[in-house]
């Protein structure tokens, strides 16, 4: 079946960097599109990055991330990533990935916090 585990996450300080990484399986991994969402307490989960598949690598972030994330994947090791740096209070959230297939982890927690 299905697959996808989060790791990654933890507490970290303000300008702190994280990678993030979702490992899958069960689903031919390179035909899929993966995305990062989060969620915060008592708000929307909402899309973090996603980049296409092996024919279309292109990568999109949403603008409250652009330019201090970036989202990679590894087609060997059926893993995506999400490289975060210049992290923000406001960048605490459970951390999601997905397929796009209706499959998501279980997420891991980013805590950022003096």
């Known amino acids: 079946q299905v697959q996808l585990v989060e790791s990654g996450g933890g507490l970290v300080q303000p300008g702190g960097s994280l990678r993030l990484s979702c490992a899958a399986s069960g689903f031919t991994f390179s035909w899929f599109a993966m995305s990062w969402y989060r969620q915060a307490p008592g708000k929307e989960r909402e899309l973090v990055a996603r980049i296409g598949n092996t024919r279309s690598s292109r990568a999109d972030y949403s603008a409250a991330v652009k330019g201090r994330f970036t989202i990679s994947r590894d087609n060997v090791k059926n893993t995506v990533y999400l490289q975060m740096n210049s992290l923000k209070p406001e960048d605490t959230a459970v951390y999601y990935c997905?397929?796009?297939?209706?499959?998501w982890g279980q997420g891991t927690q980013v805590t950022v916090s003096s």
């Open positions: 997905t397929n796009g297939a209706g499959d």
